[in-house]
């Protein structure tokens, strides 16, 4: 009787919690909506991409739909072939035509309700300077600042760390970017003008608005006083993997060629606090997913290496 008992409490406790966490479809769920997704934003010809659809009801919550490879099309065709995944026909992988570039729309039509998502086919480019590669630097406006500083460490600007194994190897990543008005030049040389994605590898413990940096390109202000580019804290100054962050910044190229692009220390006056720096890279197109396995793509790209051991 005991064990009959306990039984039934196990029971009704599954079946409450699996009805409060929505695990089982409840009775009155009505599809409402498809929601359809890609797993990356840009594929370049000859890579893929794989993309998921989910039913929703009207407060979109899940509810269960059985897709068939009938309910899945994209445009234009030539664009490459989509396989829709047998065992879930949820999920589908499209495979770019080696051939193709320009933008690819899939679509699931499912009981009369339809679902699409559009990305891009194309090259991607990578350019790219290390962070101790840097062409200039200069103490600013401000009164106080790296040149007179008591911590002697700072009077002669960054410093490119040589024997420092945090991550990359020597000359590749620099320290002491701690005053404000701190500006630090790179040139870069862009093939061609359009949009691009800035990605800025760094570790700093510290928080905005200690870490927020101006940005120049060409002498046109992209980010000011009115718009810093804030770098969140990643938790120390790169003495684990995890302490290396990445910041993902929308710019336009107006003209090809050779580039001046400065980033200034924008953090409160007189404040002795900053951030670490290891690379800059620009990335075309804009709206490529920026990820850690893409960093490693960047890195190789720009010729940056890592240390061994460092990163298992």
């Known amino acids: 009787m005991r064990n009959t008992l306990q039984l039934?409490?196990?029971v009704a406790l599954v079946l409450a919690?699996?009805?409060?966490?929505?695990?089982?479809?409840?009775e009155d769920a009505k599809l409402e909506q498809l929601e359809l997704t890609a797993g990356a934003e840009v594929v370049e010809p000859g890579e893929s991409v794989t993309l998921t659809v989910v039913g929703k009801d009207a407060k979109g919550k899940n509810v269960v739909i059985e897709p068939t490879a009938d309910n899945w099309s994209w445009e234009p065709e030539n664009a490459g072939t989509l396989t829709v995944d047998e065992a879930d026909p949820k999920q589908a992988v499209f495979t770019a035509s080696a051939e193709f570039e320009g933008e690819v729309t899939v679509k699931v039509i499912y009981e009369e309700l339809e679902a699409e998502v559009s990305?891009?086919?194309?090259?991607?480019?990578?350019?790219?300077?290390?962070?101790?590669?840097?062409?200039?630097?200069?103490?600013?406006?401000y009164e106080q600042n790296y040149t007179n500083a008591k911590q002697t460490d700072d009077n002669n600007?960054?410093?490119?760390?040589?024997n420092d194994e945090r991550g990359y190897k020597?000359?590749?990543?620099?320290?002491?970017w701690?005053?404000?008005?701190?500006?630090?030049?790179?040139?870069?040389?862009?093939?061609e003008a359009g949009d691009y994605a800035l990605v800025m590898r760094y570790a700093?413990?510290?928080?905005?608005?200690?870490t927020d940096r101006w940005l120049k390109i060409n002498d046109e202000e992209i980010h000011g006083a009115d718009n810093p580019i804030e770098f969140p804290s990643t938790g120390g100054f790169g003495d684990s993997p995890e302490q290396w962050g990445f910041v993902v910044v929308p710019v336009n190229i107006k003209e090809p060629g050779t580039i001046d692009l400065i980033l200034t220390h924008a953090g409160p006056e007189g404040e002795r606090k900053g951030l670490n720096l290891a690379y800059l890279a620009l990335v075309s197109p804009a709206n490529v997913t920026v990820d850690e396995a893409f960093l490693l793509r960047i890195e190789e790209a720009i010729g940056v290496e890592r240390m061994e051991g460092f990163w298992n």
């Open 8 to 10: 039934g409490l196990v």
């Open 204 to 210: 700093t413990k510290e928080v905005p608005p200690y």
């Open 17 to 26: 919690l699996t009805g409060c966490f929505g695990f089982l479809k409840p």
């Open 178 to 191: 701690n005053w404000p008005g701190h500006w630090i030049q790179w040139e870069i040389e862009v093939a």
């Open 157 to 162: 600007g960054v410093r490119k760390r040589e």
């Open 170 to 176: 020597a000359l590749t990543w620099f320290s002491h």
């Open 119 to 141: 990305f891009n086919v194309a090259e991607v480019e990578i350019l790219g300077v290390k962070a101790c590669d840097y062409v200039d630097q200069g103490p600013g406006d």
